[in-house]
């Protein structure tokens, strides 16, 4: 099975395990792939919904693989045994959702030798979670996608709790220190939520949090402030 796009992103970097897990499955494209390429010997494919990991099941049986790929139905990490798996996969949802996944489970969360985080929106909540927590952000990349643009993030937990700002987490520091090709029009994607979010607010209580439309809290004030760094970025690039 061929994956391109941000299943593909994901695909290309799971590292040789034994079992992985992948958490909202839906259609088990990922755990399909990675049993198929010998990239792990077995895989979970996990779901909080039952339409959802019907399709799956019927996929697996499909590809012949129901011997190698076991459906558990659950919320978050929960259907998983603690030290189960060797790396999980958390994608197609968004980041305050994979947030509240690891903090239900956080102790589960650090057992495993690999997470791979991939939300479609709001990837701070998650940066910021993994910083306060002590995961460590290994590496991002970019992938692009029916021309949306999703990061992957791959980290485990280490116990070294690195201060993270907020530019930090709204951008990500790992992809500020790539050379990834897809950096430059990402970067203008944030700029672009940015002024969205400031141009939204009212100018007369500029330093009250509020929830934009990524879930984040951020203050009008620092919004502008992390806006400001960013353009500055951009232009010097």
């Not at 990675?34 to 697996?60: F, H, Q, W, Y």
């Not at 959702?97 to 909540?125: C, D, G, T, Y």
């Not at 927590?133 to 485990?156: H, M, P, Q, V």
Request: contains cysteine; glycine residues 8%; charged residues 30%.
């Amino acid at each position: 099975m061929k994956l391109d796009g941000r299943l593909g992103m994901i695909a290309e970097n799971i590292p040789k395990c034994r079992i992985l897990a992948d958490v909202g499955t839906d259609h088990a494209f990922i755990p399909i792939h990675a049993v198929k390429a010998s990239i792990c010997e077995k895989a979970l494919a996990t779901d909080v919904r039952p339409g959802p990991l019907m399709n799956a099941e019927k996929n697996i049986v499909k590809h012949g693989l129901d011997r190698f790929i076991e459906t558990r139905l659950g919320d978050g990490l929960e259907p998983i045994h603690e030290s189960e798996c060797d790396v999980v996969v958390i994608a197609g949802m968004g980041g305050p959702m994979i947030r509240r996944i690891l903090e239900v489970s956080e102790e589960k969360a650090k057992k495993f030798s690999l997470l791979l985080l991939q939300p479609n929106n709001a990837s701070e909540a998650v940066r910021r979670w993994l910083y306060d927590n002590g995961f460590s952000i290994i590496e991002e990349k970019l992938a692009e996608d029916d021309r949306k643009l999703y990061c992957l993030i791959k980290t485990r937990w280490t116990g070294v709790y690195e201060k993270g700002d907020d530019f930090d987490c709204y951008i990500g520091k790992r992809l500020m220190e790539s050379n990834d090709p897809l950096l430059k029009p990402y970067l203008e994607k944030k700029l672009g939520e940015l002024n969205t979010i400031i141009n939204g607010r009212s100018k007369s209580d500029p330093g009250k949090p509020r929830r934009t439309g990524y879930d984040s809290y951020m203050d009008t004030r620092t919004c502008m402030e992390i806006r400001d760094r960013l353009t500055a970025l951009l232009y010097s690039r």
